[in-house]
């Protein structure tokens, strides 16, 4: 199949930037670089899999972001270039010398990514899945920052930290999405891990349960950093005070809100 049969197939089958796959595609299943004129053989299979919908990360069983190549598979969500906005703020707010915690990590991009640009830290990842948390551990192999992070299998939703465990900063990209929303997003995103997606009723369980369970492993100056659905920022404002903190909204290269800092309130009076 030609480069160009591969863009037409793509196109009829709604794909949005079908140009981009089916150059990706082509390049990482055969080695060679794309043209409309080369000849894949042996993609037939791959193309017709991504005309169902199966996400081409899956396929070719990597993704970028940051300034990172991971390692994904249908054990991990696939990294979104929005959430390189918490690993952005992030890198600006920890302290040096930082030590931080990464929950619900899946691919470990984020505790991975902020290792890489700030070599003063290091982290503990959580996640619940021990498959997920395979595929987090050879991440940090392949980005050279194995002997910086440790990995633990842990329940969010429980207290899954020890007490005597105090970090800089709490990181997380937890599932955050309405479970009524779910089946209404793009058929690619059916093929995640649900539980990666499943925030409970109102989307919030994950943020909930963090903020009430691990504020006593947070330093006095520390911070919580979420990820957040563009329109969470006023629960997750509301959630915060109730509990004497204080949140503020950093929004996402496209205007909509993207990520709270959470902090305890003293810091600031
Ligand atoms: N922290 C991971 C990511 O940002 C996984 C998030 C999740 O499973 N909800 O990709």
Known sequence: MTGREICR????????????EAEILAEELSGRSYSDETDYAGIEPAVKKREEGYPLQYIIGKWWFWDCEFIVNENCLIPRADTEILVDTTIKLLPKGAYFADLCTGSGCIAISVLRTRKDTKADAYELYKDT??????????????????FFCGNVLDRCVPNRKVYDAIVSNPPYIRSDVLPT??????????AAL???????MFYRAILDNFTGNLKEDGFFAFEIGYDQAEQLKYLSEHRNMRCEIKKDLCGNDRVAVVRFEQKFV
């Open 185 to 194: 997003l793009d058929k690619t995103v059916g093929f995640e891990p649900k």
């Open 198 to 204: 499943d925030g409970g009723a109102d989307g919030l």
């Open 9 to 20: 197939r793509f196109k009829s089958a709604g794909i949005e930037n079908y140009r981009f």
């Open 133 to 150: 948390l395979k595929i987090a551990s050879e991440n940090a192999e392949l980005n050279n920052v194995s002997d910086r992070i440790s």
